[in-house]
C-alpha cells in the first residue's frame, strides 16, 4: 500500500520568505503526485501536479519530482500571510477508472507578517 | 459558491445511532469520493463511485454504506456508530478519465459520537 510522508510537519516563516515542502512516496507506479492546501474548517484545495520528472512552475508555486528517489518538493515563492495554511502531499493511484489519492499527513505552515 | 455541497457541517451522535452525511455535486463530474480525516490519520480514501456504479471501497467495516440515488448525489450512511468514527467526511468529484483530474472538494461534515 502506498504511504506518503511529508516533513517538516510545521514551519514557521516571515512574510516573504521562500518555504520549501517535502514528500516522499512509496511507490514508483503511482501516478501524479499533487499538492493542496487545506485551510482551518475547509475541505482540501488543490494547487498543482506533476506526472513527469523535473519541475513544474505556476506563479509562485514551483514543484519538483525526481521518481528515481521517489521525492517531490513544492517550493512557495514570495509567502504571503494567506498562505498560511496545511499543505497536503497525494499520490494518484489510478487503477481501473478510479481516481484514488492517498495522502501524507501534512506540514502546517505559518507565515509571519 | 459552493460546488459541492455536504450537509450537515456539524453533527453529534451517540454510541449506537445511525446518521446519513449528503452530498451534492454541481460540478457535472460523474465521479465521486467520500475521504475521512481524523485528528490521528492522515486524509484518508474511503469509496469511489463512477457513473452511480462503486468503484472501490476501502473501508474495511459495512458499516459504512454509500448510496447514491442520483448522479450528482452520494450519500454516506453510518450504522451502530462508534466513538472511532468521530472525524471529519469529505466527499469530492473528478471530472476526467481514468487517473486524471483533480479532486474538488466540498467543506467536510464534522461527525461526534459520544
Known amino acids: 500500500q502506498e504511504k506518503v510522508q511529508q516533513s517538516p510537519e510545521s514551519l514557521i516563516v516571515p512574510e516573504g520568505a521562500m518555504v520549501s515542502l517535502n514528500c516522499s512516496f512509496s511507490?514508483?507506479?503511482?501516478?501524479s503526485i499533487w499538492w493542496y492546501q487545506q485551510h482551518p474548517g475547509k475541505g482540501p484545495k488543490a494547487l498543482i501536479?506533476?506526472?513527469?520528472?523535473g519541475n513544474k512552475k505556476e506563479g509562485r508555486l514551483t514543484v519538483y519530482l525526481n521518481r528515481a528517489s521517489l521525492h517531490v518538493s513544492l517550493h512557495i515563492k514570495d509567502s504571503q500571510p494567506s498562505d498560511s495554511a496545511v499543505y497536503l502531499c497525494?499520490?494518484?493511484?489510478?487503477?481501473?477508472?478510479?481516481?484514488?489519492?492517498?495522502f501524507g499527513q501534512g506540514t502546517v505552515l505559518s507565515v509571519i507578517p | 459558491d459552493p460546488k459541492i455541497i455536504q450537509k450537515p457541517k456539524y453533527l453529534v451522535a451517540v454510541t449506537g445511532s445511525e446518521k446519513i452525511l449528503i452530498c451534492e455535486q454541481y460540478?457535472?463530474?460523474?465521479?465521486m469520493y467520500w475521504y475521512r480525516q481524523s485528528a490521528k490519520k492522515p486524509l484518508e480514501f474511503m469509496f469511489s463511485y463512477s457513473y452511480q456504479k462503486l468503484m472501490d471501497n476501502q473501508t474495511a467495516s459495512s458499516r459504512f454504506q454509500p448510496q447514491s440515488s442520483k448522479k450528482n448525489h452520494l450519500d454516506l450512511q453510518i450504522t451502530a456508530l462508534k466513538p472511532d468514527d468521530s472525524a471529519t467526511y469529505f466527499c469530492?468529484?473528478?471530472?476526467?478519465?481514468?487517473?486524471?483530474?483533480?479532486?474538488?472538494f466540498g467543506e467536510g461534515s464534522k461527525l461526534t459520537v459520544l
Open positions: 501536479s506533476i506526472f513527469s520528472n
Open positions: 497525494a499520490v494518484s493511484m489510478a487503477t481501473g477508472g478510479n481516481n484514488k489519492l492517498t
Open positions: 460540478l457535472g463530474h460523474n465521479a
Open positions: 511507490d514508483s507506479a503511482s501516478q
Open positions: 469530492a468529484s473528478s471530472g476526467g478519465g481514468a487517473g486524471t483530474g483533480q479532486l474538488y
